[in-house]
């Protein structure tokens, strides 16, 4: 058999190709965190999340002295990232910036600083003027309704 035949007959015969699976991040998300509550991480996953969970201040008293920017992203005072409860999706609120670029990281400086105008509110939160005068009205719609439902 000449050198062409054997690779024509090389390349028919059926080999098993063995691909990595890719995951996504939400569903590597959603296994890890099912894990957690069976108990069943392995020890690298467990070490980790213990010396994140370590790491991260509870209270504002425990992150008011920490370093700026604020890297705890996760954290729902920070200004750099959402995540949607329901899902899990993460919006990157300054697709443009790195976390280090920013002026101010974490809502609760700002809201220390008292009050400020709806451009700079809106330059914080990535927002218009307008949107960020539509919350506001919103807002205090919810509150004047939860004081009059008292």
Known sequence: MG???KQATDLDSPTERHRPATESRKVLAR???QAR???ALDQ???ELIAELDGSRPRTRADCVSGT???V???CQYNLYLDV???NGSIKLNFPNKE???LEHTCALDVAEQGGVILEQVGDLMNLTRERIRQLEQTGLGKLRAAIDSD
Do not use: T
């Open 37 to 39: 509550r069976a108990g």
């Open 68 to 70: 700026r920017p604020c």
């Open 99 to 101: 976390l280090w670029e």
């Open 84 to 86: 949607n409860p329901k």
């Open 44 to 46: 690298e996953d467990a």
């Open 31 to 33: 296994r890890m965190a």
């Open 72 to 74: 705890f992203v996760r």
């Open 3 to 5: 050198e062409k035949e």
